[in-house]
């Protein structure tokens, strides 16, 4: 006699996260039309999508426009959660004190320092690694200081920058050791080192965006290529970040496999928005 089993039923996916630098958009900063398809297939069947970024808010207007985003969206990582419209809707700062003490210690790692305040980006010299990478990114200048503006209210972000991987990495544990959980401190890419509210990770988008959106941890999907878009609930694996696996009570949430965009500019494949 034989035994017959089910197939597993597919879950539902109601809300769908995309990180942006090296997932969403090519090398280039770009969508495709590919990647553009993607997202209004995922419209068209109901599931609720937005993108989460270590980029300031209004560094993400092209691709919201673009995307034609409805949904709260995520930036500086989870600092600040805002409406397509820019309105902000929750935000965490870094405490004036962790933040000097933070842009005190990145130059002794022989790493530049960018400071995200309010809404503007701060650095010291134009020449410096990256800045106008940067600026193609975010698609507005940086102001250049020859000190930090005070008091350092309303700091977003703080940036180690370097082309030394491994002082970025040294950077990093440094920051953790230093400041421990008055921060979060990731790689957000090898030349990068994205210092923030302690809240401002990946695993507390999931969950702010799941409560502001309505839609239970387990009816999301989400999509990410760095140790910053994996903090505390996607495994990380070789080349790619792929799946959910939240912490404790994320525990839910469905493991999910996606196609990051790479150079050829592809996009998310194999989406099954449908229960």
């Not at 320092?113 to 010291?124: A, L, N, P, R």
Request: aromatic fraction near 8%.
């Amino acid at each position: 006699m034989h035994e017959h089993t089910q197939p597993a039923q597919r879950k539902k996916i109601s809300l769908f996260i995309a990180d942006l630098d090296g997932t969403l958009v090519t090398p280039d900063k770009e969508l495709t039309l590919r990647a553009i398809a993607a997202v209004d297939k995922l419209f068209d069947a109901g599931v609720i999508f937005t993108v989460t970024s270590g980029r300031p808010p209004r560094g993400m207007r092209m691709v919201i426009d673009q995307l034609k985003i409805t949904a709260p969206v995520s930036s500086f990582n989870g600092g600040v959660f805002v409406r397509p419209d820019q309105t902000v809707i929750e935000e965490y700062d870094l405490d004036p004190g962790v933040a000097r003490q933070v842009i005190d210690l990145i130059p002794q790692c022989g790493l530049d320092v960018w400071v995200y305040q309010g809404d503007e980006w701060y650095i010291h010299n134009t020449d410096a690694p990256h800045v106008a990478r940067e600026g193609w990114t975010v698609k507005f200048p940086p102001t250049v200081v020859s000190s930090f503006p005070e008091p350092l209210d309303h700091v977003r972000k703080i940036v180690g920058v370097s082309d030394d991987y491994d002082a970025v990495t040294h950077c990093v544990g440094r920051v953790q050791q230093a400041l421990g959980d008055t921060v979060s401190a990731a790689k957000s890419q090898p030349y990068y080192m994205d210092v923030t509210h302690p809240k401002a990770n990946k695993c507390y988008v999931v969950e702010t965006l799941s409560r502001i959106c309505g839609v239970p941890i387990e009816e999301i999907a989400t999509i990410g290529d760095m140790p910053s878009d994996t903090a505390g609930y996607l495994p990380e694996l070789p080349g790619r970040k792929l799946g959910a696996r939240l912490r404790g009570d994320y525990h839910r949430a469905r493991r999910t496999q996606f196609r990051t965009a790479d150079r050829a500019g592809r996009t998310p494949a194999g989406v099954s928005p449908k229960s």
